[in-house]
């Protein structure tokens, strides 16, 4: 208890302390000033020490400043890229890649690693002994390894002794598996599928809809309506539908061995595999972890009580628990996600060619302008994780308890 | 089943609990032993007894918070059994108050209170607001509806939880310790909602100390000890004229406080 | 009226039903279809796996020899972690010199313990001069030069000796900075109070891998030309820097777990602000803020393995290094992980038990 209550102040911005206030009452006033003062001239000389080290150091070694790099053509290529990329494209293009790479390992880790730490979390609350005990082992087991060493295992002992493209494991010749990586099929429009596009949009908006008609309608009559069900029903049913309306406007582009590679389909490269699968899990065992203290930061009284009117188990969950649970789940997600965004940088311990790797790394190493490379790709970190804590902050107001 | 429950004032013939020898182990540790207790519509009942005796057990058997392992337990005619239709059958019936009123944090008061009649009673949500209101004039807080728990006093959230248990117009109400958790100035007016409500005639089972409600409130007192019930009578008899030595002793001892 | 003697009944024995080996299946493996179901599927995934797996590990594995040739059976190679036992946990620090890395290792131990034991007035007296001196202590041994030891370059310094010592050699630098810019963040001088938040924000957001590649490549541009910084030392202020800003944090949340009565007692004593931080506050919020630093300081230990993306000879390095030796070329990946992994996770568990254990008690000793 204790401890989750000093990490959630860790999150909470200064409040202003009387305490500090008074501290400084005692002493005289200026003594303040004379601190900052003293702060400010060392920080002056700091900085001028530096800034004039930095560039006579780069003036004997001949490194350029500026931002005129970014036009020049990079020369390199890069293992997976997102848009179509040429050696003789800039390293603005490299940068952006970079940007895209990154963004997609986070997200399939974030998508992946929420799903694992709420299995994981909300089993380790199962009356299946066996259950309870994997969720504990794989928490304390995979929170207390490192990620990089995860990330190795995974690449060098794992995926690397997979079989050649020749002896790909494969699903029904659509799915194969061999040590350059997954290969899945394309899904590739027909000039029809506009359809079944515009099938899913009405879907969700009709959704949309039931749910405001369902609540009006339990606020009016009082009568439930099944909402999660029929919200399925109409996500999956209208969609089919429209598929066999328009007669199936799709088809697929299977992955095929051609010589000695695969061609066609998606090919998801080793380093990716390695690096989401980690990365998932172990920031899966950390949200696991908090799942469970928040699950156990609602008191069983309340459950107590919620049983005591009669509510059923279910219900006792999304009404009661869930939304105790999340207000101190939803700060703990806010900084994983942001630890998950600051670990993709491991990637460069295998060459999955996201933003560090490709540009903080293989272009510095041709530019050599570290002081404009590492501030670039440091200010999309910190706009990346200022995205995420902005969302979790616009979610976490709507789970907050306004009081308390 | 409200016409039913006026009828039932003046009919106290009805036996609406029924415990024959019941019995429950926590692991290994006998907690009730051979419970034998039979409550009629409209009795108000109270138990007393030394910490650890067993009575908030005994009574959160009664809507199954607790299970047990022996004997068997009849509310309001449905035999209480392993079986889901059951017990929500006998929640319904059933009202419940706890030592630290348990309210909803997240919810307001208002909430608080129209849950049970909204997700559980499937009333439309006019409806359950005006039952809401009713009960929290009864309790003497409408002011406080779209408050949340936190920002009420100790005495006034515990009587918002039992108006929220009357919002489900149950037919026993269950009190354990309503007023133990309380600064005195705050026993009072929770004390008040009670004696009204037995005044009424609700049929009450309430864990307390406090004498003075049993005395004026309670057509019986039944005294609690090592998981049995030890000794049961009518307030005057069971104060001025105990039984056993067992109970002398507990009143001497609570007298001397 | 006779008054009666109570004879309590005597206790029952639970129903076999309930109690006993049966009823525990019954209850906890097969109480509904969905955890039979449940069960029985993680049973089967067990005794598909598990033979196998305690097979390669222990049964079938080679456990003596010192060349990759004594692996002959089909099981794991422990010969191989055994072969580099000595680099994995020195490096390629003398083998002559090892009794100075022991010494580092021997000393550290002794000041976590004096910590634990030694009454509370004399903890801040001796420990924390202890603790500060360590990391000097440990450097003039290691390197030697200076007590008229053999001289050993940072470069022969590495393994897992290296992931505990470097982690905390950091987080003992780390305590004073980290509080100092705590106050600063706490203080309501805005100046003192920007810089520092701008230091641990800058700190906290930055990816540490990124910190440590600014540490090979940027810091080096800004020390006065001419002057070449040891990589270990970069690394060494890096970690610092990084670890302060986790700490600031940590001790900020410590502030607020304090009593406001502490502050006002100490005012009324009439002590100084800083005599009143250092005496009254600090031993306090160190205290409560213990299972926080355990958990900085198991992130820190964990991302001592980043500095291989930079060539630190650190434990993992040593094993990648391991295996593309000429003589061990038979893919002992698995093996070299696995005992790192091994040795983290005792480390880090154990570690974790004892944040635990110290919560539960600060938790019971501020309720009385
Ligand atoms: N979940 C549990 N597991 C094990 N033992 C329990 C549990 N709950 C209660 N007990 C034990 O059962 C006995 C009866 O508990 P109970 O709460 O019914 O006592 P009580 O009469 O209400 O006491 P109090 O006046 O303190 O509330 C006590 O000895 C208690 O220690
Ligand atoms: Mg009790």
């Known amino acids: 208890m204790f401890y989750q209550k000093t990490i959630e102040q860790i999150k909470t911005d200064t409040r202003p302390s009387s305490a500090g206030a008074k501290a400084f009452y005692n002493n005289p006033k200026y003594r303040g000033w004379i601190y900052q003062s003293l702060l400010l001239i060392f920080l002056i000389a700091f900085f001028y020490s530096i800034i004039s080290n930095t560039l006579s150091n780069m003036a004997a070694q001949g490194i350029k400043s500026g931002f005129g790099f970014m036009t020049t053509s990079a020369g390199f290529d890069v293992l997976m890229s997102l848009i179509p990329f040429e050696t003789t494209d800039s390293y603005t293009k490299v940068f952006i890649i970079g940007i895209l790479n990154t963004i997609l390992v986070s997200i399939i880790g974030v998508i992946c690693s929420t799903m694992l730490g709420f299995i994981f979390g909300i089993a380790y609350f199962s009356r299946n002994w066996l259950i309870k005990k994997i969720s504990i082992i794989y928490v304390e087991t995979f929170r207390n390894i490192p990620v990089i060493l995860q990330v190795l295992f995974w690449y060098t002992a794992v995926l690397t002794t997979l079989p050649s493209t020749r002896d790909s494991l494969s699903i029904g010749e659509a799915f194969f598996l061999n040590i350059r990586g997954l290969y899945i099929p394309r899904l590739i429009d027909e000039p029809k599928s506009f359809v079944v596009y515009i099938a899913i949009v009405i879907a969700i908006v009709a959704i949309f809809f039931l749910r405001r008609w369902a609540r009006k309608r339990q606020d009016l009559t009082g009568e439930q309506f099944p909402l999660i069900w029929s919200s399925l029903g109409i996500l999956l049913g209208l969609p089919l539908l429209a598929l066999f309306i328009a007669g199936v406007p799709f088809h697929f582009e299977y992955p095929e061995l051609k010589g000695f590679n695969f061609q066609g389909g998606i090919n998801v490269i080793p380093e990716l595999m390695a690096l989401a699968i980690a990365m998932s899990i172990y920031t899966g065992a950390f949200i696991a972890e908090a799942v469970r203290a928040g699950i156990q930061s609602v008191p069983h009284g309340q459950t107590e009580a919620a049983r005591s009117i009669g509510l059923k188990e279910r219900k006792i969950m999304s009404l009661i628990i869930v939304p105790q649970a999340m207000r101190v789940i939803t700060p703990m997600l806010n900084s994983e996600y942001q630890s998950l965004v600051k670990n993709t940088t491991i990637a460069t311990a295998i060459g999955y060619p996201e933003l560090f790797t490709v540009f903080a790394g293989s272009a510095l190493n041709q530019v050599g302008q570290a002081i404009e490379m590492m501030f670039m790709s440091l200010a999309i970190y910190f706009a990346l994780n200022m995205m995420i804590s902005f969302i979790m902050n616009q979610f976490n107001k709507r789970v907050a308890i306004t009081t308390r | 089943m409200n016409t039913d429950h006026q009828a039932s004032i003046h009919n106290m013939n009805e036996d609406i609990i029924v415990i024959k020898?019941?019995?429950?182990?926590?692991?290994?540790?006998?907690?009730?032993?051979?419970?034998?207790?039979?409550?009629?519509?409209?009795?108000?009942?109270?138990?007393?007894?030394?910490?650890?005796?067993?009575?908030?057990?005994?009574?959160?058997?009664?809507?199954?918070?607790?299970?047990?392992?022996?004997?068997?337990?009849?509310?309001?005619?449905?035999?209480?059994?392993?079986?889901?239709?059951?017990?929500?059958?006998?929640?319904?019936?059933?009202?419940?108050?706890?030592?630290?009123?348990?309210?909803?944090?997240?919810?307001?008061?208002?909430?608080?209170?129209?849950?049970?009649?909204?997700?559980?009673?499937?009333?439309?949500?006019?409806?359950?607001?005006?039952?809401?209101?009713?009960?929290?004039?009864?309790?003497?807080?409408?002011?406080?509806?779209?408050?949340?728990?936190?920002?009420?006093?100790?005495?006034?959230?515990?009587?918002?939880?039992?108006a929220r248990s009357l919002c489900m117009s149950p037919e026993i109400m269950l009190f354990d310790e309503p007023t133990s958790a309380l600064d005195p100035e705050m026993i009072k007016e929770v004390l008040d909602v009670m004696v009204e409500l037995a005044d009424e005639g609700m049929t009450m089972l309430c864990v307390t100390h406090e004498m003075g409600f049993a005395k004026t409130v309670a057509d019986r007192v039944i005294f609690m000890d090592g998981g049995e019930i030890v000794e049961q009578n009518t307030p005057d008899t069971f104060f001025d004229h105990p039984e056993t030595d067992r109970l002398q002793l507990f009143l001497s001892q609570i007298l001397q406080h | 009226m006779p008054i009666k003697e109570f004879k309590p009944l005597p206790a029952q024995p639970a129903p076999v039903s309930t109690t006993g080996p049966i009823a525990w299946l019954k209850n906890n493996l097969f109480s509904s279809p969905f955890n039979i179901v449940a069960t029985l599927l993680i049973l089967s995934g067990l005794f598909l796996i598990l033979p196998g797996l305690i097979d390669w590990l222990f049964i079938s594995a080679n456990w003596t020899g010192t060349t990759q040739d004594a692996c002959v059976d089909d099981g794991a190679c422990w010969v191989f972690i055994r072969a580099w036992s000595q680099q994995i946990f020195y490096g390629s620090y003398p083998s002559g010199e090892l009794w100075r890395v022991n010494l580092c290792l021997f000393l550290l131990a002794v000041v976590i313990y004096l910590s634990f034991i030694l009454p509370i007035n004399l903890r801040n007296k001796v420990a924390i001069p202890a603790f500060l001196a360590l990391p000097f202590v440990c450097l003039l041994f290691l390197d030697g030069r200076y007590l008229g030891l053999e001289y050993v370059n940072t470069d022969y310094w590495g393994g897992f000796s290296l992931n505990i010592l470097l982690a905390a050699a950091s987080i003992i630098i780390a305590f004073p900075f980290g509080f100092l810019w705590a106050l600063g963040r706490r203080s309501n001088l805005p100046f003192a109070q920007s810089v520092s938040v701008i230091c641990i924000e800058f700190f906290r957001g930055t990816p540490v891998l990124a910190l440590f590649f600014m540490g090979s490549v940027m810091l080096p541009l800004f020390f006065p030309e001419g002057v070449t910084v040891d990589k270990l030392l970069r690394v060494w202020i890096i970690l610092i820097l990084f670890m302060s800003a986790y700490m600031a944090e940590v001790f900020r949340s410590g502030f607020q777990a304090i009593p406001n009565g502490q502050y006002e007692a100490a005012d009324s004593i009439g002590l100084g602000y800083w005599q009143k931080t250092f005496f009254i506050i600090f031993p306090q919020v160190i205290k409560v803020s213990m299972p926080n630093i355990l958990a900085t300081f198991i992130m820190v230990f964990k991302n001592t393995v980043f500095l291989l993306v930079i060539a630190v000879p650190e434990i993992l390095q040593v094993i990648l290094g391991a295996l593309t030796n000429s003589k061990w070329l038979g893919g002992h990946a698995t093996e070299g992980f696995l005992f790192v992994a091994l040795v983290f996770w005792a480390c880090c568990y154990s570690m974790s038990m004892l944040s635990t254990s110290i919560e539960k008690k600060l938790d019971t000793s501020h309720k009385h």
């Open chain 2, 21 to 162: 020898n019941l019995n429950k182990w926590y692991g290994n540790f006998h907690v009730l032993r051979d419970i034998n207790l039979t409550v009629k519509k409209g009795e108000r009942i109270v138990i007393c007894g030394p910490s650890g005796s067993g009575k908030s057990t005994t009574i959160r058997c009664i809507n199954r918070l607790e299970e047990f392992q022996r004997g068997s337990l009849t509310v309001n005619g449905v035999e209480m059994i392993d079986d889901v239709k059951n017990i929500e059958a006998i929640r319904k019936e059933v009202g419940m108050v706890f030592q630290h009123f348990n309210l909803f944090p997240h919810l307001t008061i208002l909430e608080n209170l129209t849950l049970g009649p909204i997700w559980v009673q499937k009333k439309p949500k006019e409806e359950a607001k005006a039952i809401a209101m009713k009960y929290l004039e009864r309790v003497k807080i409408p002011d406080q509806a779209n408050k949340f728990p936190g920002q009420l006093s100790g005495g006034q959230q515990q009587r918002v939880a039992i």
